[in-house]
């Protein structure tokens, strides 16, 4: 139960980085994108 415990909070911690890394990273390269 504590191996789940510690995978939960991992695997939420990973996926709001990934969400603040996306906002912070996509829109630039979207525009990169749209210029060519």
Known sequence: MQL???LA???G???M???LF???FFP???KSQ???
């Open 4 to 6: 789940f415990m510690k």
């Open 9 to 11: 909070i991992a695997g």
């Open 13 to 15: 911690s990973l996926f």
């Open 17 to 19: 980085f990934g969400i």
């Open 22 to 24: 996306g906002f912070a």
């Open 28 to 30: 630039p390269f979207l």
């Open 34 to 36: 749209i210029k060519k």
